[in-house]
Nanobody
Framework: QVQLVESGGGLVQAGGSLRLSCAAS????????MGWFRQAPGKEREFVAH????????DYADSVKGRFTISRDTAKNTGYLQMNSLKPEDTAVYYC???????????????????WGQGTQVTVSS
């Protein structure tokens, strides 16, 4: 099995920045692409960003494009989400997720991901 643990969430003022980390452990060799999703109270979980295993493909939701940057360090089995110019509407629990390497998936569909972290709260005050 693979375990994912997010960290780096917190309370920040609008316009500020946070960097989320997602540390993978266990059978990390079985993980492929990584994604970040978020869920605000009363809303469905939504796609935020995706990075392929090689890092050669990166995708963002339109709502975060130009403000968030996803990256990964495969040697450290860690993924990152740098969030700049944060807005109150970015407030949510942020989850990292990973796909089983070699599987077919659609990057924006949460059901494509096999492994999930427990989530980290991000709160942006106005």
């Amino acid at each position: 099995q693979v375990q994912l643990v997010e960290s780096g969430g917190g309370l920040v003022q609008a316009g500020g920045s946070l960097r989320l980390s997602c540390a993978a452990s266990g059978r990390t060799f079985s993980t492929g692409a990584m994604g970040w999703f978020r869920q605000a109270p009363g809303k469905e979980r939504e796609f935020v960003a995706h990075i392929s295993w090689s890092g050669g493909r990166i995708d963002y939701a339109d709502s975060v494009k130009g403000r968030f940057t996803i990256s990964r360090d495969t040697a450290k089995n860690t993924g990152y989400l740098q969030m700049n110019s944060l807005k109150p509407e970015d407030t949510a629990v942020y989850y990292c997720a990973a796909v089983t390497r070699g599987s077919t998936y659609y990057y924006a569909n949460s059901r494509s991901y096999d492994y999930w972290g427990q989530g980290t709260q991000v709160t942006v005050s106005s």
